[in-house]
Nanobody, 124 residues
């Protein structure tokens, strides 16, 4: 089993920045792909960013490309999401996820383990 715990969410003004962290425990995280998803109120969960097990490849939703950066620290069993130039439409609960696949995907069905989520609210 793999446990994931997000932190770093909060309230920020439009144009501001936040850095989300995801602490991973349990089985080794090193060979897992990982990603961030988000779910706004009344909306479906959507892909935000993904990263390959060795950080060689990253993928971003068009809505966050150029503003968000996903990274990971395998030695420290952690996943990060740096969010800059935040917009009110980025308001959502953000979830980190891990996949036993080496390569991330955009579908939430590809991910086997999920955190409980952290709220990000961007005020205008």
């Amino acid at each position: 089993q793999v446990q994931l715990v997000e932190s770093g969410g909060g309230l920020v003004q439009a144009g501001g920045s936040l850095r989300l962290s995801c602490a991973v425990s349990g089985r080794t995280f090193t060979t897992y792909a990982a990603g961030w998803f988000r779910q706004g109120s009344g909306e479906e969960r959507e892909f935000v960013a993904g990263i390959r097990w060795n950080s060689a490849t990253t993928d971003y939703a068009d809505s966050v490309k150029g503003r968000f950066t996903i990274s990971r620290d395998n030695a420290g069993n952690a996943l990060y999401l740096q969010m800059n130039s935040l917009r009110p439409e980025d308001t959502a609960i953000y979830y980190c996820a891990a996949s036993t696949s080496l390569i991330p995907g955009r579908s939430f069905s590809r991910y086997d383990y999920w955190g409980q989520g952290t709220q990000v609210t961007v005020s205008s």
